[in-house]
């Protein structure tokens, strides 16, 4: 075959490719088709990774017009090429495999972060072949930036997650340091496009720049946002593959990048929908940190009402209906098969049972539909926040499992609180409350929960895998 | 001025390329519901693992006797692989609990 006819065929696998991605997310869109779209994305991205190392043409512009010429590339340069994808999936297969279903938000974080990395090696490498040429250095150095931003916002990201860094952390005065130092990194990177510097010394300074931009960015968030700033960082590595895609006019690179890009772009504000809050107030905002928001507990407090298993069990074995609530807590304890159990027990002796998913629940915003879906509980007893809300007043018994900020009614009623204006489960209509925690410590907004002083709550303490196991053998009995 | 005006006249095709792609990514996931935002935020993040396309072009047009650039590309596409393999397979493993029971 010609060079020119491998050419195109390189460009018909990205056609394909480009195609795949798009009808893949598309069908990832709706639970029937997401796995099959999921897969069919897969096929492409394979097909165009396969086209990129075997067809090696460049097109290049004579005097009679366009030629299109083979590379020869040294057999051992084959060999590392091979050698790292064989590394990357294994580690990559095996990674994905093992983790946990609780660690999913985490390793979402952390692969993105590798992309990022990868955007930012391919701007370190690119920039001395390009010097002079101001459009591809635009490309290289804003990939170089935003690949680096993200690479080390997810790793923050996935530290918070892990829980190795829990706290916020913030300088005095961080939003002006941040900005400053954003305006600082990009003055930079403009001066390495526009000076004609060769500087390698300069150009790894850049990178560093980029490095610690991406942490101040995401350290200050608390754990609740976290969410929010993966899907950001999502976006961010979709513009950096973009600027790659521009950098070697490789379409294949441009679709994937802008598509994540703008999509993550939309899911973010979707996510910051979900909780009734702008974007710029989860970047800048204060939300779960320390400071004087959180130190200021509601002024009336009434009296905590503890309950034993036995009393729980009763309670549930004699309503009509009962809504479960499930939070992080629920996914830290690995709860979501006894919770399952508990449910069919309650179905079996005629209790209707819903499970109340607010859109933010877990680290995630869908985590605790994987979570419970796991675990084989029906997709349709699962219902969102408006749904179930006007159905709480006829609902006996609602049982909040490790959930805490998603049920706090300060966000309804007390205009200081950090998280006033998010969308809540309104469970304090409902006639009963059992709140099932580890212990009285905050959320991870930090902040104190009214729900748990109502007279009509009464508190469940304990591990929810072993207070709920409790609770089935204590239900069995009756 | 003129160099920004020519700029955009030169790269007309992937200018409009751009802007079409911003609205198809919108498009495609506008109305999904909460409960697939996760394995969704997971798919797209493996889609932007086309990244290691590029590392593949820098590993195949590198000098052979640069030691730093061949470790950096290694590094790149081992990385790049990591989010392709990665961010399929654990999006697989998400969405294989919502098939139908």
Redesign the interface.
């Given at each position: 075959m010609t060079p020119e006819v491998l050419y195109n065929i390189r460009t018909i696998t990205y056609i394909i490719?480009s195609a795949t991605?798009?009808i893949?997310?598309?069908r990832?869109?709706?639970?029937?088709t997401?796995?099959n779209?999921?897969?069919i994305?897969?096929v492409g991205?394979t097909l165009?990774?396969i086209a990129?190392?075997f067809i090696?043409v460049n097109k290049v512009q004579t005097e009679t017009g366009v030629a299109f010429e083979q590379?020869e590339?040294?057999g051992?340069?084959y060999s590392?090429?091979f050698?790292?994808?064989i590394?990357?999936?294994i580690?990559?297969?095996l990674?994905?495999?093992k983790?946990q279903m609780t660690k999913?938000?985490e390793?979402?974080s952390?692969?993105?972060g590798?992309?990022g990395?990868?955007?930012a090696?391919?701007g370190?490498?690119?920039f001395h072949h390009n010097t002079g040429n101001t459009?591809a250095l635009i490309a290289i150095v804003l990939g170089l930036i935003i690949?680096s931003v993200s690479f080390s916002g997810s790793v923050i990201a996935f530290l918070k997650l892990n829980g190795t860094m829990n706290k916020p952390v913030r300088l005095p005065s961080y939003n002006i340091i941040n900005t400053l130092v954003m305006i600082g990194v990009f003055a930079f990177g403009a001066y390495m496009i526009f000076s004609g510097t060769e500087s390698s010394t300069l150009l790894y300074l850049l990178f560093a720049a980029a490095l610690i931009y991406g942490i101040l960015f995401t350290i200050p968030i608390g754990g609740a946002d976290m969410p929010v700033v993966?899907?950001l960082l999502?976006s961010f590595?979709?513009l950096?593959?973009?600027f790659?895609?521009?950098?070697?006019?490789?379409?294949?690179?441009?679709?994937?990048?802008?598509?994540?890009?703008?999509?993550?772009t939309?899911?973010t504000l979707?996510?910051c929908k979900?909780m009734n809050r702008p974007l710029s107030n989860v970047i800048f905002g204060a939300f779960g940190g320390g400071g004087a928001s959180a130190g200021d507990g509601p002024d009336v407090k009434g009296s905590i009402k503890d309950m034993s298993v036995a009393d729980a069990a009763v309670l549930l074995n004699y309503s009509k209906k009962v809504v479960i609530v499930p939070g992080y807590g629920l996914a830290v304890a690995q709860a979501q098969h006894i919770i399952h159990e508990l449910e069919m027990l309650l179905e079996e002796r005629g209790v209707e049972v819903k499970y109340a998913?607010h859109?933010v629940a877990g680290r995630?915003?869908?985590?605790m539909?994987?979570l419970l879906?796991?675990s084989?509980v029906?997709?349709g007893k699962?219902v969102?926040m408006e749904e179930i809300n006007p159905e709480l007043e006829q609902t006996d018994v609602v049982l909040v499992v490790g959930a805490n900020d998603v049920v706090n009614p300060a966000a309804k009623t007390d205009p200081s609180s950090p998280i006033y204006g998010m969308p809540i489960l309104e469970v304090d209509k409902a006639k009963h409350i059992i709140v099932n925690k580890r212990s009285m410590n905050a959320g991870y907004a930090g902040i104190d929960n009214l729900l748990f002083y109502d007279p009509k709550t009464s508190m469940l303490f304990g591990d929810a895998k072993k207070a709920l196991t409790e609770l089935v053998a204590e239900l069995k009995t009756m | 001025m003129t160099e920004i005006i020519n700029f955009i006249g030169t790269h007309q095709e992937i200018i409009f390329f751009i802007i079409l792609s911003v609205f198809v990514g919108i498009e495609v996931i506008g109305g999904v519901p909460t409960v697939l935002h996760t394995p969704l935020m997971s798919g797209a993040n493996a889609i932007h693992g086309v990244v290691i396309v590029g590392a593949i072009i820098v590993m195949l047009n590198v000098d052979a006797n640069d030691y730093v650039a061949l470790s950096l590309g290694f590094l790149a596409v081992v990385l790049g692989t990591l989010n392709v393999v990665g961010g399929f397979v654990v999006t697989d493993r998400m969405l294989e609990m919502f098939k139908k029971k």
């Open positions: 490719a991605f798009i893949g997310l598309k990832m869109g709706n639970a029937k997401a796995r779209g999921n897969l994305a897969a991205m165009a990774i990129s190392i090696h590379v590339t040294p051992f340069i590392l090429i050698a790292a994808i590394i990357g999936t580690i990559g297969w990674t994905a495999k983790v999913m938000p390793l979402v952390m692969f993105n590798m992309g990395a990868c955007a090696l391919i370190l490498m690119e459009g690949g993966i899907s999502n590595t979709g950096a593959a973009a790659g895609g521009f950098l070697y006019d490789n379409k294949v690179m441009l679709t994937g990048g802008i598509l994540v890009g703008s999509a993550g939309l899911l979707v996510m979900a998913i859109p995630m915003p869908g985590h539909n994987v879906a796991e084989n029906d997709y699962l969102e | -």
